[in-house]
């Protein structure tokens, strides 16, 4: 069928890559807005927590979404890397590259991995508990500093991961034109830089 | 112009046959003209391998002025070497200095199997244009060559990407070893042009589909193909590709 | 050897429609039971083998290059005329025909030209159908511009890179045929010997580049689509695999050869700087417009160009030319230029280099519109010499760029062997004594587009043949001797490379010989001295030379022997026949055919004839045949450039 065959051919690779990627950065959107109720209160959160959890599509079929969206996005960034692999098993000799500054797209696959890390261990550690007390399960995390290193680590990551996913997205879309090129090259920083700000400051905000 | 004289190191890839395990040997030139460019240099190393009677290196190469697109080979790890949109054959050696070190190694892709030393059969890219790299109309029986108006931009634009010379550095180039540039650019000049309008969709397909199958690897957007182009082709004909392909599966 | 030129009957502008009327033709069911080996897949060679194979042959197509898309037509910069009058400037056919045979210095045949440029437009239509991107005005139609002198605009161009641009077209139109199944394509092979079979050509016998096995392919007709044999001297702007092997295969088998002195010599090439130099760039010709050619009065001076005051710098061209002066032609720029570097006043670190200098037109104009016209040239230039044009005057020498001489054919572009076909810069026809600028890939064009599908059917309808397989014993002692050569080759190498030469050595020395002798300007006594120096160096190769590896490989050392030695025996009738023909005209000076005021004069008494020389086996001295050339329709007039 031609659907399948798209998906199986390189560029539905990429399609798929992209488009996941497209779900995730619009659920990074959702859950920092969600999150930035944590500038004003707990309770405020507590209350927004309550009101996701009261809606049954949301838990049922948005969560469960979500889920197989980055469950594609890892598997085929995986796949990808593996078969990539193969197609240049044999490497050089002097490994350098011709971009500068290109160390954000040479490392997609470890920042990715370390973003599957960080997800399992945040769901593991937030959406398993108990939502009902959400508010002070966070409040009681961010307590302890290692566990904000290790949010900030991870939202870094994700940054450095976003400075190349996002750009690439659009790239593999077909977005590429000189007249909005340098609105895309802007909004490669802006992407990335504006997630790890907000999600770092709700982490710090409970330290201090 | 300032001649000057160089001693330099070189360690080659050199592998008998394409069934032959490969290793690097080490040579030692001396005396080399900055002047010269860096397949001169080769010769150089050639005729002095043979007063050895040693085996010389096997290398391609055709025109020398940078079109043919025959030469090629990976310069301490950059595909045609340091010098931004110049093919190796229009390297020149004043690029290096005294002493230096420069690792010599063939363009390596699955797709791309190597004959002999620096020796590489790339004859995947061919496959990928016969699958539909032309329009299809036969000698005779054309229309007049101004019966079709092209804007001047747009015939810039396709010649942009027609000025691809074939030589595989991007797929050299790529950690993925892909096609995409080639490809793209072929697919991006015939699409840009009224004339390769009747044929766009299944040429699109057709193209992508050989591409795949001749094993090059997959696009990750890594831009290096871009970066080591002699001719500077733009990633912008891949994004083309993208969606040339893309509408050619769905609508 | 009987010169039977088959020029058709009727006035000149309908001599192509008559012959395409006449000719036999073959019935399109049948086409497929004929097959035909082509060589070569430049301008030409891709584009017969793609027509041909539309019209429904079974086509087997040959090159050296691993891929087709390298024959060497790539590299023409300019462009390509057509008679399309698009700028209303007064051009038609008619002119265009006119141009070429004058500028071929009324040495070639009026009935090919005439034809050349009749279909000179179909070449433009056809390549803009297979999606050449050629240069558009604003509105899109296409753009034109005037190029090599001539007076009206009929030059397209795709960039500085036409040639390219034409040969992917005809690649690509290549390439559907070979996916059809129509051609199949053999990359990486090398025509050794043409193989006959009852005095027709009937095959070849090849050379897999890669893992060195002699193959044989059998076909109805063999088309030649080589290219000339410029590397004849070593240094030259052609590819460095460019050879004469394929085409003195063919003559020893029997195809007379035509004009092989006819080399043309382009004065705007950048300048040998080392004995290690390989090859020759070109600089579009298009730099003397503006450019002033000089050297120092004083020879041996080696002051910086820009330390030689203005009374001590001598602008030849300028003051021998007044009329013309920095734009005379080729011909006469390229021998003017040799002549000063002869009297020792040539710059640069080898002295063989003039000055090319931009000061008085950057003071004049600025260097924004200096650079908007020749921008990318200057910085081709400076990439390659590091050396800005700006700043410091070029350093410009001739060097050999397109051979005119070629294989003698007929009407039907067939040589003297029925069956065997020779077509684009391989064939004599088109060009005469000198080829003018743009029209190289018009020819290929030409000839494998629309002339050689005519040919073909004219000669397999008219010619009955029986099947014939590479099995025939004529294929097998074609393979032999083939194989004999190459053991000989290598023959050599059994005492190692002590006191022995390599292969460029050798033929350093033979491109030496003939550019002091038999290049721009020549003479009796030099010919007759490079004549008795030539089997010395014959015999060095075939004592001396050290080829390493053996021949079950891929050995570019052996693939580069072979055609030297081919070379080396071709070298023999290229002065043969500059030593006969005792005129001056096209490219060349004959020194002892000069006006009073040391002008090239042509003898249209004497040498009004294409000669053609026929091989008379290894002992034998070359045959002359002559055939005399008509001008019906044009008077041939003299040049005169003061």
């Known amino acids: 069928m031609f659907f399948i065959q798209f998906l199986k051919s390189s560029i539905g690779k990429k399609w798929i890559m992209a488009c996941s990627g497209f779900c995730l950065i619009l659920f990074l959107c959702s859950h920092a807005a969600g999150n930035a109720t944590l500038f004003n209160s707990i309770p405020l959160f507590q209350a927004y927590a309550d009101q996701l959890h009261s809606h049954p599509l949301i838990i049922s079929v948005l969560s469960k979404a979500l889920s197989l969206v980055f469950v594609i996005h890892t598997t085929t960034g995986v796949l990808l890397f593996l078969q990539n692999r193969k197609a240049r098993s044999t490497g050089y000799k002097v490994q350098k590259r011709a971009v500068k500054y290109s160390q954000a797209s040479r490392t997609m696959i470890f920042s990715g991995l370390f973003i599957l890390l960080y997800v399992l261990a945040h769901t593991y550690a937030v959406s398993f508990g108990d939502h009902a007390t959400i508010g002070l399960t966070i409040s009681y995390l961010f307590s302890s500093p290692l566990v904000v290193l290790f949010y900030i680590t991870s939202f870094i990551v994700l940054a450095i991961h976003l400075s190349h996913g996002f750009w690439s997205m659009l790239q593999t879309f077909g977005v590429n034109h000189p007249r909005y090129n340098k609105l895309i090259r802007n909004l490669t920083y802006i992407v990335p830089i504006f997630f790890l700000l907000i999600f770092s400051a709700i982490s710090l905000l409970f330290i201090f | 112009m300032s001649t000057t004289s160089i001693n330099l190191s070189l360690e080659i890839w050199r592998q008998k046959d394409s069934k032959a395990k490969g290793d690097f040997e080490t040579y030692k030139l001396t005396n080399i003209s900055t002047d010269m460019s860096f397949l001169e240099m080769l010769d150089v190393l050639n005729e002095q391998l043979t007063r050895e009677g040693s085996d010389p290196v096997a290398f391609d190469h055709d025109c020398r002025e940078g079109i043919c697109g025959m030469c090629g080979a990976v310069i301490n790890g950059i595909a045609h070497g340091p010098e931004p949109e110049t093919t190796l054959c229009q390297l020149h050696m004043r690029h290096f200095n005294e002493g230096d070190t420069l690792v010599i190694e063939p363009f390596r892709s699955r797709a791309f199997p190597i004959h002999k030393d620096l020796v590489t059969d790339r004859s995947a890219l061919d496959r990928i244009i016969q699958a539909g790299g032309y329009v299809s109309v036969n000698t005779g029986g054309t229309p007049d060559g101004n019966s079709t108006p092209i804007p001047s931009a747009t015939a810039e634009l396709s010649m942009d990407a027609a000025s691809c010379i074939g030589c595989g550095a991007c797929v050299a180039s790529c950690p993925n070893g892909a096609a995409m540039l080639f490809t793209g650019a072929k697919i991006s000049q015939l699409s840009l042009l009224p004339q390769g309008q009747p044929e766009r969709k299944e040429r699109a397909m057709a193209m992508v589909t050989a591409m795949d199958k001749e094993g090059f690897g997959n696009c990750t957007n890594e831009r290096e193909c871009e970066a080591v182009c002699p001719k500077g082709i733009s990633i912008r004909n891949i994004a083309r590709m993208n969606r040339e392909f893309v509408k050619a599966s769905f609508f | 050897m009987e010169l039977k030129s088959n020029v058709p009957e009727g006035p000149l502008a309908e001599k192509w429609d008559n012959h395409r009327f006449t000719s036999k033709l073959v019935n399109p069911a049948n086409r497929r039971k004929h097959s035909i080996i082509v060589i070569g897949t430049g301008l030409a060679g891709a584009s017969a083998s793609a027509t041909l194979a539309e019209q429904g042959y079974e086509v087997k197509t040959f090159c050296i290059q691993d891929s087709p898309r390298r024959a060497h037509s790539i590299a023409a910069q300019g462009g390509i005329n057509a008679a399309k009058n698009y700028q209303n400037d007064g051009d038609s056919i008619q002119r265009l025909f006119y141009d070429t045979i004058k500028g071929g210095d009324f040495r070639s045949r009026e009935a090919n030209v005439y034809r050349l440029a009749q279909v000179s437009n179909n070449i433009i239509d056809q390549c803009v159908a297979q999606g050449v991107p050629f240069a558009r005005e604003y509105g899109g139609t296409l753009a034109n511009r005037s190029f090599g002198g001539a007076q009206v605009s009929r030059t397209f161009y795709a960039r500085g890179q036409t040639g390219q641009q034409l040969l992917l077209g005809a690649y690509s139109a290549l390439s559907r045929q070979i996916k059809t199944g129509k051609v199949t394509m053999h990359t990486r092979k090398e025509m050794m010997e043409l193989v006959l079979v009852d005095g027709k050509a009937r095959g070849i016998v090849t050379r897999d580049i890669i893992t060195g096995k002699l193959e044989t392919y059998s076909a109805d007709a063999v088309i030649l689509a080589t290219g000339g044999y410029g590397n004849a001297y070593f240094l030259s702007t052609n590819a460095m695999a460019s050879n004469v092997t394929a085409a003195w295969r063919a003559h020893k088998k029997g195809a007379g050869f035509a004009n092989p002195c006819f080399v043309q010599i382009h004065p705007t090439c950048i300048p040998v700087h080392g004995s290690f130099q390989s090859k020759l760039t070109l600089m579009s010709e298009s730099l003397r417009n503006d450019g002033r050619v000089w050297v120092p009065t004083k020879p041996g001076d080696t002051r910086r ?120 810069e391989c064939n004599f026809s088109d060009h005469g004594a000198n080829r003018l600028g743009a029209s190289a890939l018009m020819q290929g064009l030409a000839d494998g587009y629309f002339i050689i599908g005519t040919s073909i059917a004219s000669y397999l309808g008219s010619t009955k043949q029986d099947a014939v397989d590479s099995d025939h014993p004529q294929f097998s002692d074609a393979k032999k001797q083939v194989q004999g050569r190459i053991d000989k080759l290598l023959d050599c190498n059994e005492s190692g490379p002590d006191g022995k030469l390599t292969v460029d050595e050798i033929h350093k020395e033979l491109g030496l010989l003939l550019w002091d002798h038999c290049g721009m300007a020549r003479n009796k006594e030099g010919l007759e001295k490079a004549l008795t120096e030539l089997p010395a160096i014959q015999e060095k190769f075939w004592n001396n030379v050290y080829i390493p590896g053996t021949g079950e490989e891929l050995n570019q050392s052996l693939e580069r022997a072979g055609r030297l030695a081919d070379f080396l025996e071709f070298a023999e009738i290229m002065i043969l026949d500059a030593l006969n023909r005792e005129e001056s005209c096209g490219c060349h000076l004959r020194e002892e055919s000069q006006t009073e005021d040391n002008e090239a004069k042509r003898d249209d008494a004497g040498y009004s004839h294409v000669a053609v020389w026929e091989y008379q086996g290894d002992r034998g001295a070359p045959k002359l045949h002559k055939e005399q050339l008509l001008f019906e329709n044009v008077t041939p007039s003299q040049r005169s450039y003061k």
Request: with cysteine.
């Open chain 3, 305 to 424: 160009p820009g330390s030689i005051p203005e009374d001590e710098r001598d602008y030849y061209l300028e003051s021998k030319y007044p009329g013309f002066g920095n734009l005379v032609p080729r011909d006469v720029a390229s021998r003017n230029a040799k002549e000063q570097c002869d009297e020792g006043k040539g710059v640069g670190t080898t002295n063989l280099a003039v000055y090319l200098d931009f000061a008085e037109a950057i003071s004049r104009d600025g260097e924004a519109t200096i650079l908007r016209k020749y921008g990318n040239l200057f910085q081709m230039y400076e990439k390659i010499t590091d050396s800005n044009p700006l700043r410091e005057p070029m350093m410009i020498y001739p060097a050999v760029h397109y051979t005119m001489g070629g294989l003698w054919v007929d009407y039907n572009l067939m040589t003297t062997i029925p069956g065997l076909f020779a077509i684009g």
